[in-house]
C-alpha cells in the first residue's frame, strides 16, 4: 500500500520589539543571565502585566501580511503549568480570541505554486532558559517576556520539501515585514511539528503525532523525514499509530515519545484577569496596513517580468531583502538590469562575505553600480577593467567615473594606439603568428592576450581581436 | 506596643524615625501643605502590599523571609503625600480568610475582646487603627476584607471601586475582585487617604483614566433628599438579633438625616457566595502558582523540579490557602470550567445587572457590613463554610466592581463588641458613600467610642 503524509507547523517567532512584552526591560538577545530582568519578567508577587503596543502592531501587521482575518475583539489568556523555566508558571498567550484568524501563505515548492492555510498567529511571551550543570540547574530570564508570535498552520503540508519551502517562506516574509530578524542561530525562529501518515486515498487524516525540540529548521526537515519513514514502516508491519507527542534527539536523529494523548496538559486556560479585552479602532488597523510591503513571492515574480533576470538569480536576490532593496535602486534607471544583478550578486556578495559587511555598511552605493554598468555598455571601459573600477570603487566609495579617470582606466579604442600595439605584438612573436597562420585559434588569442597587456588592458578586446587578424592574414 | 493585639507582622523602627525626622524638618522649613496631606502621619501596610525594602510576606511562611525589591504605586503615593509608612500588618495568609486566623505567625485580636477574632483578611489594618497604633492603614479588599474587619473591630473600612485605585504592588488573590482600600478612625480620614491613593496607573491597565475629585469636599454637602435603597436579601436569616437592630437604628438615623430610604432587591444575592467562591479560587491558582520556591521565598530542595514545587508548596502553604488553590484548580479543568467558571462568570454578570438596575433609582445602598460580630478565636476554623458566610454582605459589590463603606453602627452590649453599617454604590460614587457616611458619624457617636487596650499580654 501506498501511504502519504499530512504536515502541520507551529512557528514561534521572537518579535522585533525594543522593550519586552510585559515590562520596560531590553528585548534583546545574550547577556549575562538575569541581567535583562525586572520584577516583571521574574513573576515577582505584585506585579502586573502591561501589554506592549508595538508588539500588538506586529502581530497584526503579520496577520496582514499573511492574509489573515483581524478580529475586533482581542483577548490575552493564562496557560497554567509548572515549569523552571516560567516565572509565573503560566504563560499569558491569547487562547479564544486570537489576534489574528485564518490566512494563507503563497509560496513555490517544487516548482508549482502552494498555498498553506494560517489557523492564526497568536501573541504570548516567551520563557527563560533553562541551563543543567553537573549537579545543579540554573534559568536564565533574560529571554523571558520576549513578545513571541506563534503562527500555527492548517495540516495541508504534503511532503517535507514543501515544509522546508513553507519555513522558508514565512521566514522571509517575516523579515520583509520587519516583524522579526528571524536569526535561528540565536532562537529567535523555533517551531514544533506534527505529522500524520494515511493510505494515499483515505480522507481521514491519521493519527497526529506532535513532535517538539527542533532548534533549527535543518533539525525540522530531519525529524520531519525521520518520523514520516517512521509511521510508513509501522504502517507496512501492519503496526498502529497512537495519538502522542514526541521529542525530537537531534544527536540521535531520532523521535522518542514524551506523552500519549491521555497524559497531555491541561493548561487551565482562564481570561487574563491582568489585561483588558483588546478592541482598537479602525484608525490603529490604518495606520499598520500603511506598513504592508510586497511579500517575497510577488517581488520575485515582479523581478522575473520587469527585470528579465533568470529564477535562480531572483530567489537570491528575494530571500536577502536588503540586497533586493539594493538591487531595486541600482536597477532603477538601468538599461541593463541583468548586467545590474550580475555586479551585485557576483562582485558585490564576494566581496561583502569577504569584508564582513552588510548593505547597510557599503560604501559602494546603488547609483555607483547603474554608473559602472553603463561605462561599460557605452564602451568606455572593458568588462575586465570594470572588476578594477568596483574593487576600488567598493573600497573607497568614489565614483566609478572618479575611479576610471583618476587612474586613467578608459578603454583605448583609437585605431592608430591600437594598430601601433598590434604591430609591436606581431614584431615580437613570429612563432606565434606563425602559428596562426597555420591555423591554429589558440595563437591569437596568445597574441591577444600580450596587446591587453601592453595596453595595460585597457585595449578594447574586440578591436584588438579584429586588427590582428586583419594584419597578420592580409598584411 | 501590639503584645496583645498582634497586629503587626514587622516595624521599621529606625526607619519611621528618620522619616519623622524629616517630616519634622519639612513641617518646621515649608509648613503643611496641601500636595502632601499625610506629612508625618503614621500609616501602616497590609503584608500584602510592596514596599521597597520591607518584608512582604503576605503572612505565608513561603515568604516569610522575603523582602520587596520594589515599590506598590499604592505606598509611592502615600509616600509621595508625605506619609510615614512604618510597619506591616498581619493579615490571614494571601488574604483568604474572613478572621486573620489563616496568618502563618498566628492570628491578631480583637481590640475590643483579646478572645475574638478582627475580622479578615485585612484584621491587621482594622485593628491596628483601632488599638491607635497607626492613625490610618492600608488593606485590600477581595470579597469584604477591608469593610468586614473594620465593622468587627469598629472603624471606618473603604474599598474603593475597581479601577480606581492601582493594583500594581498588590499580591494578587483574585486579580478581578482584588481592590486596595483604608482603615481609617473617621470618614474624614478615609476622603483623605482615597484622595492620596486614587488614580489612573499606566502600570495597572485595569485602573480607569479618571480624575480624582476632591473627596474631602464631598463631606461638606447633607444627603438630604438622597434615596438610599434597603435591599431585603440582605438582611439574611441567622443574623444576629443585636446587628439587625442596630442597622434599624442607624436607616432611621439615615431618615432623620434627610435621605429617603426604599425597600429594594437584588435577586440573585443567593448565589453570590457560591459565585464569589468559584472565580476568586479560580483566579487565585494562577495567581499563586508562582510561589514555588525556584526565584526567591522559601524552598524545600527535591530531586527534581516537580517534587521541589510539591515539597516547597506543601509545606510553606497554609491549609485554607490549600483549600482554595485545590478548588480553583479544579473549577478550570477541561470538562469542568465550563460548569464552574463560565457559569460563575454568567451569574456574576447577572449579580452586576442586579446592581446596575437598582442603582438607576437609588443613590446608594444600606446594609449590615457583617451579619454577626466578632466571634471566639478558633469558632468557625474548622468550618470553613461557615467562615465563607461571615462575607454575604460583603462579596457582591467586589463581583460587581462597585464601591463600599463600613462605618461603625453601635455597639453590643455584653460583651462590649461593634456593629458595622455598609453602603453601597455604583462605581465611582465614592463621593457619595463619604457624604452619607459623614453625615451618619456627624450625628452619632459610635466612632468616638474606644476599646481598652492593656499591652500586659492578653
Ligand atoms: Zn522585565
Given at each position: 500500500m501506498e501511504y502519504e503524509i499530512v504536515i502541520g507547523l507551529e512557528t514561534h517567532v521572537q518579535l522585533?520589539?525594543?522593550?519586552k512584552m510585559w515590562c520596560g526591560c531590553v528585548n534583546q538577545f545574550?547577556?549575562?543571565?538575569?541581567?535583562?530582568?525586572?520584577p516583571v519578567c521574574l513573576g515577582f508577587p505584585g506585579v502586573l502585566p502591561v501589554a506592549n503596543e508595538e508588539a500588538l502592531r506586529l502581530t497584526v501587521l503579520t496577520g496582514m501580511l499573511l492574509n489573515c482575518g483581524l478580529p475586533k475583539r482581542a483577548k490575552f489568556d493564562r496557560k497554567n503549568y509548572f515549569y523552571p523555566d516560567a516565572s509565573k508558571n503560566y504563560q499569558i498567550t491569547q487562547y479564544d480570541l486570537p489576534s489574528t484568524l485564518k490566512g494563507c501563505v503563497e509560496f513555490e515548492s517544487e516548482n508549482k505554486t502552494c498555498r498553506v492555510g494560517i489557523t492564526r498567529a497568536h501573541l504570548e511571551e516567551d520563557v527563560g532558559k533553562s541551563s543543567h550543570f553537573d549537579r545543579v540547574s540554573g534559568v536564565d530570564f533574560?529571554?523571558?517576556?520576549v513578545p513571541l508570535l506563534e503562527i500555527v498552520s492548517e495540516?495541508?503540508?504534503?511532503?517535507v520539501q514543501m515544509a522546508s519551502d513553507y519555513l522558508n517562506e514565512l521566514k522571509t516574509i517575516l523579515i520583509y515585514g520587519g516583524?522579526?530578524?528571524?536569526d535561528m542561530e540565536k532562537g529567535m525562529v523555533r517551531c514544533d511539528l506534527n505529522l500524520s501518515t494515511r493510505p494515499v486515498g483515505q480522507k481521514e487524516l491519521g493519527k497526529k503525532v506532535e513532535i517538539k525540540n527542533m532548534n533549527s529548521f535543518s533539525g525540522a526537515r530531519k525529524a520531519l523525514t525521520y518520523e514520516m519513514n517512521r509511521q510508513i514502516k509501522v504502517l507496512r508491519n501492519g503496526g498502529a499509530l497512537i495519538q502522542e507527542t514526541r521529542r525530537w534527539d537531534d544527536a540521535e536523529g531520532m523521535t522518542h515519545s514524551m506523552r500519549s494523548k491521555e497524559m497531555a496538559?491541561?493548561?487551565?486556560y482562564l481570561p487574563e484577569p491582568d489585561l483588558m479585552p483588546f478592541e482598537p479602532e479602525t484608525a490603529w488597523y490604518d495606520s499598520i496596513r500603511e506598513s504592508v510591503v510586497e511579500l517575497p513571492l510577488a517581488r520575485k515574480r515582479r523581478y522575473m517580468k520587469d527585470?528579465?533576470?533568470p529564477p535562480k538569480d531572483t530567489e537570491t536576490l528575494v530571500s536577502n531583502p536588503s540586497l533586493a532593496g539594493y538591487f531595486e535602486k541600482a536597477a532603477e534607471?538601468?538599461?541593463?538590469p541583468k548586467a545590474v544583478a550580475n555586479l551585485i550578486l557576483n562582485n558585490l556578495r564576494a566581496c561583502m562575505s569577504e569584508s564582513n559587511h552588510s548593505v547597510d555598511d557599503l560604501k559602494i552605493q546603488p547609483t555607483h553600480i547603474h554608473e559602472l554598468v553603463q561605462l561599460v555598455d557605452s564602451g568606455k571601459i572593458n568588462s575586465r577593467i570594470a572588476q578594477e573600477v568596483f574593487n576600488a570603487v567598493y573600497e573607497s566609495g568614489k565614483s566609478p567615473q572618479g575611479i576610471v579617470e583618476e587612474k586613467g582606466l578608459a578603454q583605448v579604442s583609437d585605431s592608430s594606439t591600437i594598430d601601433a600595439f598590434c604591430d609591436e605584438v606581431i614584431k615580437a612573436n613570429p612563432k606565434s603568428v606563425e602559428d596562426f597562420q597555420a591555423g591554429k585559434q589558440n595563437a591569437l588569442n596568445f597574441l591577444k592576450g600580450q596587446v591587453m597587456r601592453l595596453s595595460k588592458g585597457k585595449a578594447n578586446p574586440a578591436l584588438v581581436g579584429q586588427v590582428l587578424e586583419k594584419r597578420i592574414l592580409n598584411p | 506596643m501590639d503584645k496583645s493585639i498582634h497586629a503587626f507582622l514587622s516595624i521599621n523602627k529606625q526607619g519611621v524615625l528618620d522619616q519623622a525626622e524629616k517630616a519634622d524638618r519639612e513641617i518646621a522649613e515649608k509648613g503643611l501643605s496641601a500636595d502632601r496631606p499625610l506629612l508625618g502621619i503614621p500609616i501602616a501596610i497590609k503584608d500584602v502590599l510592596a514596599e521597597k525594602g520591607?518584608?512582604?510576606?503576605?503572612?505565608s511562611r513561603l515568604l516569610r523571609d522575603f523582602v520587596s525589591p520594589y515599590d506598590a504605586t499604592v505606598v509611592t503615593q502615600l509616600k509621595n503625600a508625605?506619609?510615614?509608612?512604618?510597619g506591616r500588618l498581619n493579615m490571614d495568609e494571601f488574604a483568604m480568610?474572613?478572621?486573620?486566623?489563616?496568618?502563618s505567625v498566628g492570628p491578631t485580636c480583637n481590640p475590643?475582646?483579646?478572645?475574638?477574632i478582627p475580622g479578615g483578611s485585612s484584621g491587621g489594618s482594622a485593628a491596628s487603627v483601632v488599638a491607635d497604633e497607626c492613625i490610618a492603614s492600608l488593606g485590600s479588599d477581595t470579597g469584604g476584607s477591608i469593610r468586614q474587619p473594620a465593622s468587627l473591630c469598629g472603624c471606618v473600612g473603604l474599598k474603593p471601586t475597581?479601577?480606581?485605585?492601582?493594583?500594581?504592588?498588590?499580591?494578587?488573590?483574585?486579580s478581578s475582585l482584588d481592590q486596595v482600600g483604608c482603615n481609617t478612625k473617621t470618614v474624614s480620614d478615609a476622603a483623605t487617604m482615597l484622595g492620596v491613593i486614587s488614580g489612573y496607573d499606566?502600570?495597572?491597565?485595569?485602573?480607569?483614566p479618571r480624575s480624582v475629585p476632591e473627596?474631602?469636599?464631598?463631606?461638606?454637602?447633607?444627603?438630604?433628599g438622597m434615596k438610599i435603597g434597603?435591599?431585603?436579601?440582605?438582611?439574611?436569616?441567622?443574623?444576629q438579633p443585636e446587628v439587625a437592630s442596630s442597622i434599624r437604628q442607624a436607616v432611621e438615623k439615615l431618615e432623620e438625616l434627610g435621605a429617603e430610604i426604599v425597600e429594594v432587591s437584588l435577586?440573585?444575592?443567593?448565589y453570590a457566595v457560591a459565585c464569589y467562591y468559584i472565580i476568586a479560587t479560580a483566579e487565585a491558582s494562577t495567581n499563586l502558582?508562582?510561589?514555588?520556591g525556584i526565584r526567591y521565598g522559601y524552598r524545600v530542595d527535591g530531586k527534581n523540579p516537580f517534587e521541589l514545587y510539591c515539597a516547597t508548596r506543601g509545606s510553606g502553604f497554609g491549609e485554607e490557602v490549600k483549600r482554595r488553590i485545590i478548588l480553583g484548580t479544579y473549577v478550570l479543568s477541561s470538562g469542568y470550567y465550563d460548569a464552574y467558571y463560565l457559569k460563575a462568570q454568567k451569574v456574576r454578570s447577572l449579580i452586576a445587572g442586579d446592581f446596575t438596575k437598582v442603582f438607576e433609582t437609588v443613590d446608594a445602598l444600606v446594609t449590615p457590613?457583617?451579619?454577626?460580630t466578632a466571634w471566639k478565636l478558633g469558632e468557625k476554623m474548622d468550618d470553613p463554610l461557615q467562615m465563607y458566610l461571615s462575607d454575604v454582605c460583603t462579596l457582591s459589590s467586589n463581583l460587581a466592581g462597585n464601591c463600599g463603606i463600613s462605618i461603625p453602627c453601635g455597639f453590643t452590649d455584653n460583651p462590649t463588641l461593634p456593629i458595622g453599617l455598609q453602603l453601597l454604590g455604583p462605581p465611582f460614587s465614592e463621593e457619595t458613600l463619604l457624604k452619607i457616611a459623614g453625615d451618619f458619624e456627624q450625628a452619632t457617636d459610635w466612632h468616638c467610642r474606644k476599646p481598652v487596650i492593656n499591652n500586659a499580654g492578653a
Open positions: 522585533k520589539t525594543r522593550s545574550g547577556g549575562e543571565p538575569n541581567t535583562h530582568v525586572c533574560n529571554r523571558a517576556g495540516p495541508e503540508i504534503t511532503s516583524i522579526s530578524d528571524c496538559h491541561d493548561y487551565r527585470y528579465g533576470l534607471h538601468s538599461k541593463k | 520591607a518584608p512582604l510576606t503576605c503572612g508625605g506619609a510615614l509608612t512604618f480568610g474572613s478572621s486573620t486566623e489563616n496568618s475590643w475582646d483579646y478572645s475574638r475597581y479601577g480606581r485605585v492601582s493594583r500594581y504592588g498588590l499580591v494578587a488573590f483574585a499606566k502600570r495597572d491597565s485595569t485602573s480607569v473627596y474631602s469636599a464631598a463631606l461638606q454637602s447633607s444627603i438630604k434597603l435591599p431585603k436579601e440582605y438582611f439574611v436569616e441567622g443574623m435577586p440573585h444575592t443567593e502558582a508562582r510561589f514555588d457590613t457583617s451579619p454577626t
